[in-house]
């Protein structure tokens, strides 16, 4: 089954609070398919860009995309709510990397990502000045050049902790490592991307 990018809108009925994603998980656990469009909905710009911006590919971050959400499928009756679904997500998402990278080595990244592909509809659409569009546009690109050069591991801290909005603990949980080695990945990545960011201010303003 191939999911749209968009899901049909669908009428809720008004109520006091929305129901978190693990009580949609569980909902959809015992056949409730709303319950998984909204969960699709609410996570699937995130997961794929994560996947985008990991592996640089399109093709294969939509077939990777297709990939998690059909575990997802296959194995909701065994969901349990032991941690956030994002953390159940973005584990899922990480192993299926995993074996991309194995089966397909460690390619180089086909193509970047551009800097439309990282907003949402709505701003792409809004009119900006002509200038600021372009330092902005220009500062994505180098942004998504740096984000290439890391090693897998603090690429993927970084996706995790920008895109999935997981904290340190979600990402070991994640990804099987400690709260340690993950703050470790983040720090070196974060420092990597603001140097490179500084320095292209840099060029592009002539300060110093």
Not at 11 to 40: H, I, N, V, W
Request: hydrophobic share 35%; proline share 5%.
């Amino acid at each position: 089954m191939r999911f749209p990018p968009i899901v049909g809108e669908r009428m809720l009925q008004p109520m006091a609070t929305a129901p978190d994603d693990s009580e949609l998980m569980l909902q959809f656990r015992e056949g409730d398919l709303p319950a998984f469009e909204a969960l699709y909905t609410r996570h699937k710009g995130p997961l794929y860009r994560y996947l985008l911006r990991h592996c640089g590919d399109r093709e294969a971050a939509g077939d990777l995309f297709q990939e998690v959400w059909g575990k997802i499928i296959k194995s909701r009756g065994d969901y349990q709510p032991l941690a956030k679904f994002t953390t159940y997500l973005y584990h899922i998402a990480h192993n299926c990397l995993v074996d991309y990278y194995r089966y397909h080595g460690r390619r180089h990244r086909s193509e970047h990502v551009e800097y439309e592909d990282r907003l949402p509809a709505d701003e792409i659409a809004a009119p900006r000045e002509p200038e600021r569009l372009a330092a902005s546009a220009q500062l994505a690109q180098k942004l998504e050049q740096a984000l290439a050069s890391l090693p897998d591991t603090q690429r993927e801290a970084f996706l995790l902790r920008e895109e999935g909005g997981l904290s340190l603990e979600e990402i070991g949980r994640a990804t099987g490592v400690g709260r340690e080695t993950v703050k470790s990945r983040l720090r070196y990545a974060v420092a990597k991307l603001r140097s490179v960011l500084a320095a292209e201010y840099v060029t592009m303003t002539g300060t110093q």
